[in-house]
């Protein structure tokens, strides 16, 4: 028998106690002994146990929360941050939507039926796009300058039969010294502009904006602007003037 099985064994029969690791609580320690030996023996250590009832009610109780405080609002589960097929299922069963940064994950979302799927990401590969655009239904581009935008429209023209596509865009908070191109978003002082660009794009249709609050908390000013510009940009859309 391999060596780290039998040490897996030995830490499973000791005895909880003060200096035991907090991996091995009682929850663990109430497994069958035998089927975590055997996964131990096929896949390796470390392992990791997903609590699926768990995940299952924090997930059901997050969704609820949010639609009960902001009841237009949509909760979206970013797979960056564990892009297990199996914990994505359950998230998605419990009423999120998908947020994709690569294109692994695009294709893991359309997979697993996310209904509405946004795509953010600084440097998207034609590829990406490609299949971004082939899912109009299911996936939100969040575009983040305007190279990156324009990219977006010539391949949008180049579709045939046209298909109406949805984008947003990110703002940056931090003026940006290249207006045509940074890594995480369009200046506030350029977003009329890239509006203005989506626009000649008739099957292009501009439906939010992203904004990373947490990322410039050292200029609170520029995140003022930003919330009244947005304030203002959906009083004029709600006239009809965008």
Same mark, same amino acid.
């Given at each position: 028998m ?8 030995? =830490?499973?029969d %000791?005895?909880? $106690?003060?200096?035991? #690791? ?7 320690l109430s497994?069958?002994?035998?089927p975590?030996?055997? +996964? ?6 470390? &392992? ?5 009832? &768990? ?15 902001? #009841?237009?609002s ?5 797979l960056?941050? $564990?892009?297990?097929?199996a ?9 999120l939507?998908? %947020? ?7 294709q893991?979302a =359309?997979e697993?039926g ?8 600084p440097?998207?590969?034609? %590829?990406?796009? %490609?299949?971004?655009?082939?899912? #109009? $239904?299911?996936?939100?581009?969040i575009?983040d300058?305007?190279s ?6 010539d ?10 596509l ?5 703002? !940056?908070?931090? #003026? +940006? ?15 009329r502009?890239?509006i203005? &660009?989506?626009?000649? !794009?008739?099957?292009?249709?501009? !439906?939010?904006?992203?904004?990373? +609050? =947490? ?16 304030? !203002?940009?959906?009083?004029? &859309?709600?006239? $009809?003037?965008?």
């Open positions: 391999n060596p780290w099985v039998d040490e897996l064994r030995a =830490l499973l %000791e005895p909880l $106690n003060d200096a035991a #690791p907090t991996a091995f609580d009682p929850r663990i497994l069958p002994m035998e975590m030996l055997e +996964s131990a023996r096929r896949f390796g250590t470390p &392992q990791y146990f997903l609590e699926a009832d &768990q995940l299952r009610s924090i997930a059901a109780h997050f969704v609820q929360t949010m639609q009960t405080s902001v #009841p237009r949509h909760a979206f589960y970013a960056k941050s $564990n892009d297990l097929p914990l994505g299922q359950i998230v998605h069963q419990q009423g939507q998908a %947020e994709v940064a690569v294109l692994f994950e695009v893991l =359309l697993l996310f209904g509405t799927i946004l795509f953010s990401s440097g998207k590969t034609r %590829e990406e796009l %490609e299949l971004a655009l082939q899912h #109009p $239904n299911r996936v939100i581009l575009v300058n305007l990156e935008l324009k990219r977006i429209i391949l949008a023209r180049a579709m045939a039969p046209p298909r109406p949805r984008i947003g865009f990110r703002l !940056c908070a931090a #003026p +940006s010294e290249d207006p045509s191109w940074s890594k995480f978003g369009i200046p506030i002082e350029q977003l502009y890239a203005d &660009q989506a626009q000649t !794009c008739p099957n292009l249709t501009w !439906c939010g904006l992203h904004v990373l +609050s =947490l990322i410039h908390i050292s200029e609170p000013t520029r995140l003022l602007s930003i919330s009244y510009a947005v304030f !203002c940009l959906k009083k004029k &859309q709600k006239h $009809n003037k965008l």
